[in-house]
């Protein structure tokens, strides 16, 4: 009986590790910006941006749009000195895209980040930042907020 319970115990444990991230969305939930056979990854890193939808951000950069699995991808490219406009997030309630410059982002929470060990979630609305933080922790930023965040890791 003790093993049989040690190997149900295991299976849950394995089930769990597997389970899907808070960033991962349904793959006809994922509305993705950029063209192209690369369409499905991001610009600077190549991750899977359906696997990290509810972190993803898009910009046009040098006139092209492009798609960024985290804010910490968009801010390498900005660093790199290209020119970036017409910056765009994902609402991680909604999962609409958004203007980056009026969202709210929850940074810090209990939730696994994308690209950085310091989470950074963006909402539309004040009052759904405001719940997610509730539920998960983190203080609420302006989007120059985050993305200054971002910039220091990098140049750490």
């Given at each position: 009986?003790?093993?049989?319970?040690?190997?149900?115990?295991?299976?849950?444990?394995?089930?769990?590790a597997n389970a899907a991230m808070f960033q991962t969305v349904p793959e006809?939930?994922?509305?993705?910006?950029?063209?192209?056979?690369?369409?499905?990854?991001?610009?600077?890193?190549?991750?899977?941006?359906?696997?990290?939808?509810?972190?993803?951000?898009?910009?046009?950069?040098?006139?092209?749009?492009?798609?960024?699995?985290?804010?910490?991808?968009?801010?390498?490219?900005?660093?790199?000195?290209?020119?970036?406009?017409?910056?765009?997030?994902?609402?991680?309630?909604?999962?609409?895209?958004?203007?980056?410059?009026?969202?709210?982002?929850?940074?810090?929470?209990?939730?696994?980040?994308?690209?950085?060990?310091?989470?950074?979630?963006?909402?539309?609305?004040?009052?759904?930042?405001?719940?997610?933080?509730?539920?998960?922790?983190?203080?609420?930023?302006?989007?120059?907020?985050?993305?200054?965040?971002a910039e220091k890791e990098h140049k750490k």
């Open positions: 009986m003790k093993k049989l319970f040690l190997f149900l115990a295991f299976l849950l444990a394995c089930g769990s006809s939930k994922a509305k993705l910006l950029q063209s192209g056979k690369e369409a499905r990854y991001c610009a600077n890193c190549g991750m899977d941006l359906v696997k990290f939808y509810k972190t993803s951000h898009a910009a046009k950069v040098d006139g092209k749009q492009e798609q960024f699995c985290s804010i910490h991808c968009l801010a390498k490219t900005i660093l790199s000195g290209k020119k970036v406009s017409d910056i765009k997030v994902v609402d991680a309630k909604s999962l609409e895209w958004i203007d980056a410059k009026k969202a709210y982002y929850v940074v810090g929470s209990k939730v696994k980040g994308t690209m950085s060990r310091v989470s950074k979630y963006a909402f539309e609305n004040l009052s759904d930042a405001k719940e997610f933080q509730h539920l998960k922790g983190g203080k609420i930023v302006s989007f120059e907020a985050a993305l200054q965040m």
